[in-house]
């Protein structure tokens, strides 16, 4: 276990007083570390024996041959190969030490909490930092151990393309959408006809999964899909909860589009969407439901770097709360969901520190959370509009709400649902309320689509 040893050894290394030479003079510091017996070269850390488990563990999920689309992008290099790795070791350094990799939106003590967290170990970071800073050596090829890739976090895109495993049902655009060279940013509201007879009776969705055209697709939204977005993988509900999809000959969804404007520039996208349903029998017990929860009637002055704006919202019936989706545009730099419980205990539910808007992760639980009727939330909102961020388009603009991505948002999407078991046997009648919940969602967006409402960023709520 050299692997190991090492990394023990990097760890009573970087507390000894030594600690501050460790980025720049690894292989000497591995020496006096290591004790005269043990030459330089074997001492400094090597891809084979050293890096490649960690790349492994935590980054080949998307940094493999073909790697996978998460959300429409897909990893710019493979880390389980010597020649590439080399190549980005700087980058891995930066990605690294900024914590920009790997992806992850929520704060270290949320570990343990989310599904599908992306959380890496100081030791091994160190350990890689060496690496790189060792000059990025190769080692024996003999040293490799592989790991089982797969086992790190399901990475391998099954043969159906799909993450969800062949969908019971499929829909794209009647034809590949033109986003012209002109386009920057476009939000339009497209119809996906259903086959014929594919979906005549409402049904149970259990997992849904929208496949963007590119990385051009900047998010999407739809009622039946929550959102497709970067950094996002399917939806997944929990055995027992699910979204009923009403018999329609349309799947609406809000694209969003997003690219550099220019000669040349423009694609077609054919985004697609699949469902899985669930099978005659099976028992929902959890209707999923979403709010925006969106809050507008601030203004961010211009070049403020630390605006914080806030707003509460009311638990008004027991629920579980399924996951947390902050939103915010370029000038978004951290996000909390605090929870104020009916005895006055607060507790923090979600605190993203350094909120990215090019990673807009849904925080799904592990186990959802249960919320007592009469709770409150506590949803706070911070934005950087000075000229220190890097993204921020305009830093002599004051900034409001609004759907441009030049504009702001302060939105903490929720799902959830009721506590109160409904026991509803797929295949039996479907409750009437649910059918005329679901329908009416449906159709609201449907009727946003003729006024050109725009989604996620959409202001239909305003005029409700
Ligand atoms: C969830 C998928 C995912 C994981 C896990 C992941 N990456 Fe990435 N990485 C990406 C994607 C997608 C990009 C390209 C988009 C971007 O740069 O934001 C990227 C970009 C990068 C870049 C280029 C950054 C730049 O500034 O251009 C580096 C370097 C990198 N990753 C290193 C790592 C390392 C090291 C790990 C593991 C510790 C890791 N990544 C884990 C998906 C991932």
Known sequence: MRRNQLSDRMLACSTSRYSHHLRFAVPALAALCFGAGAAAQEAAPTFYADALPLFEKNCAACHQPDGPRVGGITAPMSLLDYTQARAW??????????????????????????????YIDEAEKALLVAWVDGGALEGDPAQARRQDTAASSGTAMPESGWWIGKPDL?????????????????????????????????????????????????????????????????????????????????????????????????VTDMTKAGFVFYDDGAVIDHVVETNLLPHNGWTIPAGDPNFKVTNTHEIEEDIFLLSMG???????????????????????????PDYDFNWQFLYEYEEPKFLPKGSVLHLSWWFDNSANNRFN??????????????????????????????GIVVGDAIPQDVLDTAREEDQRRRASADLLVLGEDDLSWLQE
Do not use: C
């Open 89 to 118: 070791a700087p980058m891995i350094r930066n990605a690294l030490v900024t914590g920009y990799m790997p992806p992850w939106g929520a704060h270290e003590r949320h570990r343990g909490e989310f599904k599908d967290e992306r």
């Open 170 to 266: 499929e829909v794209q655009f009647e034809q590949p959408v033109e986003v012209a060279d002109s386009v920057e940013d476009w939000q339009p509201t497209i119809q996906m006809p259903v086959p014929e007879d594919a979906h005549a009776e409402p049904k149970w969705i259990a997992k849904a999964e929208l496949n963007p055209g590119g990385p051009w697709v900047h998010h999407i939204v739809s009622s039946h899909m929550g959102v497709g977005v970067p950094g996002r993988g399917p939806f997944t509900y929990p055995e027992g909860w699910g979204v009923l999809m009403p018999e329609d000959p349309f799947i609406t969804v809000n694209m969003h589009y997003h690219k550099n404007p220019g000669e040349g520039t423009a």
């Open 326 to 352: 902050p939103h915010m545009h370029y000038r978004g730099k951290a996000m909390r969901y605090e929870v104020e419980y009916p005895d006055g205990e607060r507790e923090t539910l979600l605190w993203v």
């Open 393 to 422: 388009p305009d830093p002599s603009a004051e900034v409001v709400y609004g759907p441009e991505t030049t504009d702001e948002m302060a939105n903490a999407r929720i799902y959830f649902a009721p506590t109160t078991k409904r």
